[in-house]
């Protein structure tokens, strides 16, 4: 590896994980609504929004754990 | 204080001898499941049908290639038949299909070979991690002894054949940064990989791993090699799909598209979690290590992404093989963790210095993990010497549709109901179904196409692939229409028709899409139903009395 090159830190994978979360929560969502069923949330989504936020609690456990490389 | 130190050295002892205890008693846990495999696998080599429903296919397709000819065709016409799977497993075998025509044992052999390849991977990679060699043969004895490679380990199918590609990519590419030629291991870990990718699809996942691993060790160089992997990998698929004329696609990607059952799934979860929770809860604690108090290491974010890729084990016609990819990371990951322990080498934080007075209670509870491990996994043929004393001396009784077989696994949807040893019965049987294929000089149709290859008859139709393309028509897209296979089969054009259905089951069922069955049905009649392998094989003829409707 280049030593110029970047490096992931925990806290930079704290922020990806907490948007692929936030992500993922948000399309889930938007895809009940586009679908004309908001709300009427079938298994499937529930464990997937569940999942979603599960990855962003990581995420935010990871910030405090600063600038070590991931 | 000379009280207190003895008493010290007497508990180290014991747990010294607790230790190796179970490891003695996991390493004989494992040469049983070792043996069991192997003599599975020999039994299987012999057995000259379909053992598992598809294997045929895969056989058909070997021959196609070797024949030089495209296995990704068009369905609509004479033979119907298409492959729904990437080649490079099928040419590998082309050279042993010119030698030695249509026969199905090369295939599991090669399939065995490559568990035996990933099972090498395995212990290698802990081996190199840990420097401990009885936890590194236990972790690759752990990957043949799931019930899960068990079962597709030997078979004439191409997926054992990708976990094997992907091991290897992800073991070679795990030594990057102690390489003192980094670019030529990089180069063979993506070559592994394409090579996985192009042996079955779902390969995607553990490409994805390598190439975020690869991003969180360095975002440029990620990206650099990101390139030409995409270019290599996306022209090899836009070269076959033009060469095709789209059937590539149409075959490989469209008709893989199906039914997500979410109950299938949460099912197999669970009975993975059951079979392999002992090794699970090993690798589950290396990665949240890695995560919050290392770097993550290739294995465990490979771990996560074949976790997370097992979703897919939910689709119709998916099952418990989807998980192989993370038994193989989970063998690895609970590897390095029992060898770290093992041996002493964790770094732990100051926070957590005072861990190290439980690590010897923690190394006996490693090796006990083992013992649970091979415990769960138990898959038995209660009928062959050595094995049924075995079975005898642990109590253990058939508690699957087969007499002599034991399967700790249970069952659930989605998990194939194999892994007994076909009998002789179910080879004469074979043969009986073959003689009915032979006294009629026309083609037959078959749900499997052992009967085709045996009976010297072209293969027609892949019943699943028909039947995937046809569920997934729409009002504005006809993907598969059955009109010309259902004019043959009014026609009688086929002499006989095989299809199979579970045993006690009375109503022609089969793979084929509905309008086809429901053509089958008009014009063939029952003649005689033939079990074999814990199925029953319909045999339906012609009906004299039946003529086309105009």
Redesign the interface.
């Known amino acids: 590896m280049n030593a110029s090159d970047w490096v992931i830190t925990k806290r930079m994978l704290g922020g990806l994980l907490i948007g692929l979360g936030a992500l993922t929560f948000v399309g889930s969502l938007l895809l009940d609504a586009l679908r004309g069923n908001f709300g009427d949330f079938g298994v499937a989504q529930v464990l997937g929004l569940g999942g979603s936020l599960g990855i962003c609690l990581i995420g935010v456990s990871l910030l405090p754990l600063g600038d070590r490389p991931a | 204080m000379i009280g207190t130190l003895a008493r010290v050295g007497g508990a180290a002892r014991l747990m010294a001898l607790a230790q190796q205890l179970l490891l003695g008693v996991a390493l004989l846990l494992m040469a049983l499941h070792v043996a069991v495999y192997v003599v599975y696998a020999v039994n299987l080599m012999a057995f000259p049908f379909d053992y598992d429903q598809g294997e045929g296919f895969e056989l058909n397709d070997t021959i196609l290639l070797s024949q030089f000819q495209s296995p990704y065709r068009d369905n609509e016409v004479f033979p119907f038949y298409a492959s729904n799977y990437p080649p490079l497993y099928h040419v590998i075998l082309v050279p042993l299909a010119w030698l030695f025509g249509a026969e199905y044992w090369y295939g599991r052999l090669a399939g065995f070979l490559a568990t035996l390849i990933t099972a090498f991977a395995i212990g290698y990679a802990v081996r190199r991690a840990t420097g401990q060699s009885t936890i590194a043969l236990l972790s690759g004895c752990a990957y043949l002894a799931s019930n899960y490679v068990y079962h597709i380990g030997p078979l004439f199918r191409q997926h054992i054949s990708m976990v094997m590609f992907e091991t290897l990519a992800v073991v070679v590419m795990a030594g990057l940064s102690e390489s003192r030629r980094?670019r030529r291991l990089i180069v063979a870990s993506l070559a592994l990989l394409l090579a996985a990718g192009y042996t079955k699809q779902l390969a995607i996942a553990t490409v994805a791993a390598v190439f975020f691993w690869l991003?969180?060790?360095?975002?440029?160089?990620a990206i650099a090699w990101a390139i030409p992997f995409a270019a290599v990998g996306g022209g090899i698929f836009l070269l076959i799909d033009w060469s095709t004329g789209g059937q590539w696609w149409l075959n490989i990607i469209t008709a893989n598209v199906n039914q997500?059952i979410?109950g299938q799934y949460t099912g197999l979860l669970s009975q993975f979690i059951g079979l392999h929770g002992a090794l699970l809860i090993l690798a589950g604690l290396l990665v949240v290590y890695e995560?919050?108090l290392d770097?993550?290491s290739l294995y465990s974010v490979w771990f996560v992404a074949a976790l997370l890729n097992s979703v897919l084990a939910g689709k119709w016609g998916a099952g418990d093989s989807y998980f192989a990819t993370a038994i193989a990371a989970m063998c690895i990951l609970a590897g390095i963790f029992a060898g770290r322990t093992l041996s002493g080498r964790w770094r732990l934080p100051r926070l957590l210095s005072g861990a190290e007075r439980v690590m010897p209670l923690l190394s006996v509870a490693v090796c006990a993990a083992y013992v649970l491990y091979g415990a769960a996994v138990i898959k038995l043929p209660l009928n062959l010497p050595v094995f049924a004393q075995i079975g005898q001396a642990l109590g253990l009784q058939s508690n699957t549709k087969f007499p002599h077989f034991y399967d700790s696994a249970g069952w659930t949807m989605g998990y194939a109901t194999i892994g007994q040893i076909p009998t002789a019965e179910d080879i004469a049987n074979g043969w009986r179904i073959v003689a009915y294929a032979q006294a009629d000089p026309r083609p037959i149709l078959s749900e499997e196409a052992a009967f085709s290859f045996r009976s010297g008859k072209p293969v027609v139709t892949n019943p699943t692939q028909l039947l995937n393309l046809y569920n997934n028509n729409t009002p504005e897209r006809t993907l598969y229409d059955p009109s010309a296979l259902i004019a043959l089969i009014e026609e009688q054009a086929f002499g006989v028709v095989i299809l199979r259905r579970e045993i006690g089951q009375t109503a022609i069922l089969g793979f084929y899409p509905p309008p086809v069955l429901a053509a089958i049905e008009r014009a063939y009649a029952l003649r005689e139903a033939i079990p074999m392998n814990g199925h029953e094989y319909t045999v339906l003829l012609p009906r004299p009395e039946w003529s086309k409707p105009q």
């Open positions: 980094p991003f969180l060790r360095g975002v440029r160089r997500y979410l995560l919050y770097r993550l």
